[in-house]
């Protein structure tokens, strides 16, 4: 059992509290992480809130992250002891019938449990206080130890820089893999991308990449766009300062409509305006963010009769096991951008800061 710093949600709606946690030795398929670095992401703050109806307390969140192997329970074959490793909150086991197909990433095997907080065999590896915690997301990156699964580690190139890397987890995998994998993006087309966060920046990325000629990024706040035109985006609005809908503006600025456009928000509004601002016969409209539990989706059917497709992507539709360490690759080789999307870098103890950062868009 290995005793370190964790930082604990008792309940919802409270800041984390750090705390020592006794960390559990992995069991058969297990690993056994000493993570280096992790990220926030607004998905830690929805289930921190008490909004995420699979939320578990008390709980250990964070699903960005990387470190180096510490141990391995029997069986596991892929990992060993110092290899530098990112966790996967959607796993691969190349098993199940979602593995097999190549249309999607999203693998089953350990969904029923994870969803639970709980390690595949249905119990938590973390202690605090002689008190049970959770897992989330099948990663837990907010301890200096987690156990996953063995299905749900990525082995990357050892001389990646993990402080940065971690961000390929989640966020940037997400955003890039909308554009190129989900949506498709073709050259010389143009994009709308709605929310510039760091998902939203990794869209502009990727539609710059596949040789989009015209990449409108949207948002209420101002001081996203340097970092958007930064990233690709050819012009920045704010539906502020319109009268009209900004899906009705955005069709006359762009003769019918554009090709592809991605919500990066998770606003069921923005959803909708993000579809009707398509253009008619061809238009798709990929769906990026998650929207509160219970919320729904709406527009006239007219809009798909008339040729326009609704999409949603997860983790950017990447096969996690076998991509992951290509985006690694990719970053290396400067391919993609990883450095730029970080804006701080805090000490753990200061994580509740980095969630404040977040929230005041900063």
């Not at 206080?129 to 130890?145: A, D, L, N, P, V």
């Not at 899906?247 to 998770?266: A, H, N, P, R, W």
């Not at 305006?273 to 729904?296: D, M, P, R, T, Y």
Request: glycine share 12%; net charge neutral; proline share 5%.
């Amino acid at each position: 059992v290995i005793k370190c710093k964790a930082a604990v949600a008792w309940e919802a709606g409270k800041p984390l509290s750090l705390e020592e946690v006794e960390v559990a030795p992995p069991k058969a398929h297990e690993v056994r992480i000493k993570i280096v670095a992790t990220a926030v992401c607004h998905t830690d703050a929805y289930t921190l809130s008490g909004a995420d109806p699979e939320g578990c307390f008390p709980v250990i969140l964070g699903h960005e992250g990387a470190g180096i192997v510490e141990s391995v329970g029997k069986g596991v074959t892929k990992v060993k002891p110092g290899d530098t490793v990112i966790p996967l909150y959607i796993p691969q086991c190349g098993e199940c019938k979602f593995c097999k197909n190549p249309k999607t990433n999203l693998c089953q095997k350990i969904r029923i449990t994870q969803g639970k907080g709980l390690m595949p065999d249905g119990t938590s590896r973390f202690t605090c206080k002689g008190k049970q915690i959770y897992h989330f997301m099948g990663t837990s990156t907010f301890s200096e130890y987690t156990v996953v699964a063995d299905i749900s580690v990525a082995k990357i190139d050892a001389a990646a820089p993990l402080d940065k890397v971690c961000l390929l987890g989640c966020g940037i995998s997400t955003g890039y893999g909308a554009a190129v994998n989900t949506a498709k993006v073709e050259p010389g087309s143009t994009c709308a991308v709605f929310g510039l966060g760091g998902v939203g920046l990794a869209v502009i990325m990727g539609c710059k990449i596949a040789g989009a000629s015209r990449i409108i990024g949207i948002d209420l706040n101002k001081d996203k766009y340097a970092k958007a035109k930064e990233f690709g985006a050819t012009e920045c609005m704010s539906p502020q300062d319109f009268k009209k809908p900004i899906q009705e503006v955005l069709v006359e600025m762009t003769d019918g409509g554009v090709d592809y456009s991605f919500e990066c928000i998770g606003n069921v509004e923005v959803m909708r305006a993000a579809l009707e601002a398509c253009h008619k016969g061809w238009g798709v409209s990929v769906i990026v963010g998650v929207a509160a539990a219970g919320q729904e989706i709406s527009t006239r059917p007219f809009q798909l009769v008339t040729g326009r497709t609704w999409k949603g992507t997860a983790f950017g539709g990447w096969k996690s096991v076998d991509n992951v360490p290509k985006l690694v690759t990719d970053y290396m080789s400067k391919k993609i951008k990883v450095d730029e999307f970080v804006t701080h870098t805090l000490p753990f103890d200061k994580i509740n800061e980095a969630f404040e950062l977040m929230h005041t868009g900063k």
